[in-house]
């Protein structure tokens, strides 16, 4: 049974540019959340995306965007990439948007230019 | 300005022996607590929750506790094993709703053998 899947695992990218990032939720899971951890912090909550709509939403500029299709997996956008985006980017599986438990992947490493 | 505080960056125990990981948070309106254990080059692993109605969760050498009128959580590994040796994050949410958790910037154990 595959886990959390996320693509690309790595990704560089200029100043300005525009990324979007990849993620499979685990077999069953119906719920997507993307978090950004910088180096040295904690994951921060970006959003959570439910029956493809973004259910919530934490403290990022509309920048940063997201989508889930049918089949659950997600993607998250960025336009105009600021070098503080730098960061790893994880998204997190649940079966229902209110589960404590989600199952995470490795992430995507990102760094802006 | 972070709402959850672990203010040790990295704990040392010898195997066998007791690991207390601390968490402190600013906000009284967090009603839900967890922890997550990351290993190298993965996502974060759900260990253990919390709610506010509780003082004391168990799950096999796994015990959180929690005092709110302190605003202070800690996770007790008894006994400590060299697989314990992770990266572990404290996480609160306001409520019951959604998946909006406010993560801690981490703590890293080491179990020695």
Sequence with gaps: DAGVTQSPTHLIKTRGQQVTLRCSPKSGHDTVSWYQQALGQGPQFI??????????RGNFPDRFSGHQFPNYSSELNVNALLLGDSALYLCASSFGADRDEQFFGPGTRLTVL | DQQVKQNSPSL???EGRISILNCDYTNSMFDYFLWYKKYPAEGPTFLISISSIKDKNEDGRFTVFLNKSAKHLSLHIVPSQPG???????AAKL????QNFVFGPGTRLSVLP
Aim: net charge negative; with cysteine; proline share 0%.
């Design chain 1, 47 to 56: 959003f959570q995306y439910y029956e493809e709509e973004e259910r919530q």
């Design chain 2, 12 to 14: 040392s125990v010898q």
């Design chain 2, 84 to 90: 314990d040796s992770a990266v572990y994050f404290c």
């Design chain 2, 95 to 98: 409520d019951n709703y959604g």
